[in-house]
């Protein structure tokens, strides 16, 4: 499969018109070149801003992967988020050792607490499972204080291993998170034709047929979460390794919500670039608008309302509790 | 009614289903015998549907009993069903509006499907394998039914006519040993009513069960060998079609109205 694959998960299911890949093909190899060639120019503040960026990517690409495949919204992915972060963190001061091991580890950290969370919660869905995700962000500062001893409390922990020896941290940072955010969009463009993408699409449009076919509720349910959780936890592994410190602070309620209005600024879109874009909504817009402050997650709300509505009104009803009509 | 013959057979036995007051199905009965083409009819509302969804495991009826080669379906759900080889279309079209026709009957095959989660992923040689062969049995099942053409497009670009044999193509791909079609041929023109009649004939083999509800009189006529009729919930009969045609209960709830349908 090659990087020009990316170009047909615009939307899960809605693959490229005959006419437009070849154009649509083209334009990611551009992107992804010139993303490539971008640190022989940038300076060290870009790269780092857009080493987040792309950490990020993959943590709204994680949302925007439960909302197509699950039918589900999950304010609470900061929790897996910083799940991740503090994999890398912990990993590196108890047992000095790098990403090599950490970032694997917090993929599979997150699937496991993914599916620890969704096989009781199997059951619940719109508002209800939005809720219950709320409560995993909501307890997630309590959590980071209570465990001072291993994650620093509110001091946080600093992450200054290198994966590669002798090449600059802000080069590390960038290449390595637009690597895995690359791998990440074609493993996702493989996804969408696979017996299971398939299945999972299946069981949100038609429940009752895909029972039919084999395909239970519950399996896709929490197949999805669990998924869904891995890749948000790799996102936070990556977002401590590119900012080089984690602490309570980056993984506040609001986060969990930045999460979910980048998956909706990106239209859930699950190709690169759509990722890129709801990635660098909620990296970029915060540095530059810092002075804003306060009224940063007041932008969000306002982001959110409008794009929804403009956008996407259809998917409102996502977020309203399920008919059991068909 | 214990029939040592039929326990090879899809059956059902003495199923009751009530939803609130409503009484659905009472007491209903039906022996679906390996290679015969069986037929289910009756006026609308009759709980045709109904007793669909209890064999199928989507209703659980309060009473009756039900088995499929030997084996209590007891409790079983629609998955596990699936799983015991019984699949159906529906009749209320039940397409993905985001796959292609080919990717809503490739669904169909998901209990065939031998890649796992890492290849769910990652290409690997195997899982490419594993998506060529089930691509062929799809398309092989989508010419069956003559919209081969059709296999890349959307749902929402297609006629209901269509859907509806896409429907049945996603029944028959995984080579189950029992399927069952409601309605199968509603919103079809005449041709395609025919090449259905000749595809569901083609596709009889001495050990499938094969059960067709329909309201096309001609069509359940020229295709079953075994038909029975479903009445306010009742079995009112049973029998080879020459048998339904001169049964004067179904001649007066049926027949009576409908008989140029
Ligand atoms: N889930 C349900 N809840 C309540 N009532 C139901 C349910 N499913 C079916 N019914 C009722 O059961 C009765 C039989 O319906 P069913 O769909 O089985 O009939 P049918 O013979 O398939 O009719 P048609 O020819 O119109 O398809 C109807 O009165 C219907 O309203
Ligand atoms: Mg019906």
Not at chain 1, 111 to 128: D, E
Not at chain 2, 108 to 130: E, I, M, N, Y
Request: a neutral charge; charged letters at 15%.
């Amino acid at each position: 499969m090659a990087v020009s694959d990316l170009a047909h998960v615009s939307k899960a299911g809605v693959p490229a018109r005959a006419g437009h890949v070849d154009l649509a093909r083209l334009s990611v190899l551009a992107l992804v070149a010139a993303l490539l060639l971008l640190p022989l120019l940038a300076g060290g503040f870009l790269l780092y801003s857009l080493s987040l960026c792309f950490a990020n990517a993959l943590a709204v690409l994680s949302v925007s992967m439960l909302v197509r495949y699950g039918g589900e919204v999950s304010i609470g992915h900061s929790f897996f988020v910083a799940l991740g972060a503090y994999t890398v963190a912990i990993v590196e001061h108890r047992l000095g050792i790098s990403i090599a091991v950490s970032l694997p580890l917090a993929a599979l950290l997150g699937a496991g607490a993914g599916f620890v969370f969704a096989f009781p919660s199997r059951r619940l869905s719109g508002i209800y499972l939005a809720v219950a995700t709320m409560a995993l962000a909501l307890a997630l500062p309590e959590v980071l204080i209570g465990f001072e001893k291993f994650t620093g409390g509110f001091e946080g922990l600093y992450i200054a291993q290198d994966l590669i020896p002798g090449v600059s941290k802000a080069l590390q940072h960038y290449y390595i998170a637009l690597a895995v955010l690359v791998a990440v969009s074609l493993a996702l463009a493989h996804f969408r034709k696979s017996a299971q993408g398939l299945a999972l699409l299946m069981a949100q449009a038609q429940p009752r047929a895909a029972e039919a076919m084999g395909i239970t509720r519950s399996w896709a349910r929490v197949s999805i979460f669990t998924l869904s959780a891995a890749l948000a936890s790799l996102a936070g592994a990556l977002t401590g390794f590119a900012s080089s410190t984690v602490s309570p602070n980056s993984f506040t309620f609001f986060s969990g919500v930045f999460l979910l209005v980048g998956s909706v600024v990106s239209l859930n879109g699950l190709s690169l670039s759509a990722a890129l874009v709801g990635g660098a909504f909620i990296t970029l817009v915060p540095t530059y608008l810092a002075k804003a402050g306060d009224w940063v997650p007041v932008l969000y709300g306002v982001a959110l309302v409008v794009v929804t509505l403009v956008a996407n009104a259809g998917d409102l009803r996502r977020f309203l509790p399920r008919g059991r009509a068909r | 009614m214990t029939d040592v013959v039929s326990s090879d057979g899809l059956v059902a036995e003495g199923i009751s289903l009530a939803f609130g007051g409503l009484q659905v199905l009472s007491d209903v009965s039906m022996i679906l015998r390996p290679g015969v083409i069986t037929g289910l009819i009756g006026p609308n509302g009759a709980g045709k549907t109904s007793l669909f969804n209890c064999l199928s495991g989507l209703y659980h009826g309060q009473r009756g009993h039900s088995s499929f080669a030997g084996a209590s379906l007891k409790g079983l759900g629609p998955a596990q069903r699936a799983a015991c080889g019984i699949t159906r279309s529906f009749q209320n079209l039940a397409m993905c509006p985001d796959l292609s026709l080919l990717e809503n009957v490739l669904v169909g095959l998901t209990l065939k499907r031998r890649s796992g989660w890492f290849s769910a992923f990652v290409p690997t040689p195997s899982q490419r394998l594993d998506q060529q062969e089930a691509e062929r049995r799809a398309m092989a099942a989508l010419n069956e039914l003559g919209i081969a053409s059709a296999a890349h497009d959307k749902p929402s670009d297609l006629p209901p006519g269509t859907l509806r044999l896409a429907e049945i193509a996603r029944a028959i791909a995984s080579e189950p040993k029992a399927i069952l079609l409601d309605e199968p041929a509603a919103g079809l023109n005449a041709v395609e009513t025919r090449d259905l009649t000749r595809a569901l004939k083609r596709l009889m083999r001495p050990d499938l069960v094969l059960l067709v509800v329909e309201h096309d009189m001609d069509l359940i006529m020229e295709l079953c060998e075994q038909i029975y009729v479903l009445n306010f919930g009742k079995m009112i009969a049973s029998g080879t079609p020459a048998e339904i045609r001169a049964h004067p209960d179904v001649i007066r709830v049926y027949l009576g109205d409908d008989s140029d349908d």
